[in-house]
Nanobody, 121 residues
Framework: QVQLVESGGGLVQPGGSLRLSCAASGSIFTIYAMRWYRQAPGKQRALVATITRDGSTYYVDFVKGRFTISRDNAKNTVYLQMNSLKPEDTAVYYC???????????????WGQGTQVTVSS
């Protein structure tokens, strides 16, 4: 059994910053790629950033230079530092982790519960 708990969302003014966290717990053997997605009202869920186990990162164009994804393998946690936030960044943000559990010899994708980020003056 694996649980993902997200935190750090909230209301922020344009130009402000937030730091999201997603902590995994349970029967975890290894966590491979970690990702952040977001879903704005009326839109499909979209990938924002990815970090591999060795720390390589990927960002979609609309967050490059503003968002930073990082991870702490010892804590099974992924972070998303969001700076220079814009109203169009308003969305529910979800973490997505590729986890190999100790209970089964397969890697599966797990989702966090989502955290609301609202950018408004």
């Amino acid at each position: 059994q694996v649980q993902l708990v997200e935190s750090g969302g909230g209301l922020v003014q344009p130009g402000g910053s937030l730091r999201l966290s997603c902590a995994a717990s349970g029967s975890i053997f290894t966590i491979y790629a970690m990702r952040w997605y977001r879903q704005a009202p009326g839109k499909q869920r979209a990938l924002v950033a990815t970090i591999t186990r060795d720390g390589s990162t990927y960002y979609v164009d609309f967050v490059k230079g503003r968002f930073t994804i990082s991870r702490d393998n010892a804590k099974n946690t992924v972070y998303l530092q969001m700076n220079s936030l814009k109203p169009e960044d308003t969305a529910v943000y979800y973490c997505n982790l590729d986890i190999h559990t100790s209970a089964a010899p397969v890697t599966a994708a797990y989702w966090g519960q989502g955290t609301q980020v609202t950018v408004s003056s």
